[in-house]
């Protein structure tokens, strides 16, 4: 049974930054991934990152500011989040997967991030 376990949300002010993880255990092997759903909106696509590290891909409302990485030793994914604005706002989830791009076969509980103005 995959688990995907996220960290790292919080409350942090506009212009900050946020480094949340997400550790797979559990035969977990496949691409991963973040999405976001702030609240009254549908949930989106923020960042991916392929099996090997070598590939990653970010939706254009966070390209320059988020920055996806993994370390395959521990099966954990982090997204490096800065210059955060209020409407970065939202629950975030880490998604692990092989079928799809970007990867949605197995989801985390998902982590707050709120950022004030």
């Known amino acids: 049974q995959v688990q995907l376990v996220e960290s790292g949300g919080g409350l942090v002010q506009a212009g900050g930054s946020l480094r949340l993880s997400c550790a797979a255990s559990?035969?977990?092997?496949?691409?991963m991934g973040w999405f976001r759903q702030a609240p009254g909106k549908d949930r989106e696509f923020v960042a991916a990152i392929n099996w090997s590290g070598g590939i990653t891909t970010y939706a254009d409302s966070v390209k320059g500011r988020f920055t996806i990485s993994s370390d395959n030793a521990k099966n954990t994914v982090y997204l490096e989040m800065n210059n955060l604005k209020p409407e970065d706002t939202a629950v975030y989830y880490c998604?692990?997967?092989?079928?799809?791009?970007?990867?949605?076969?197995?989801w985390g509980q998902g982590t707050q991030v709120t950022v004030s103005s």
């Open positions: 998604t692990l997967g092989g079928r799809t791009w970007p990867p949605t076969d197995y």
């Open positions: 559990g035969s977990a092997f496949g691409h």
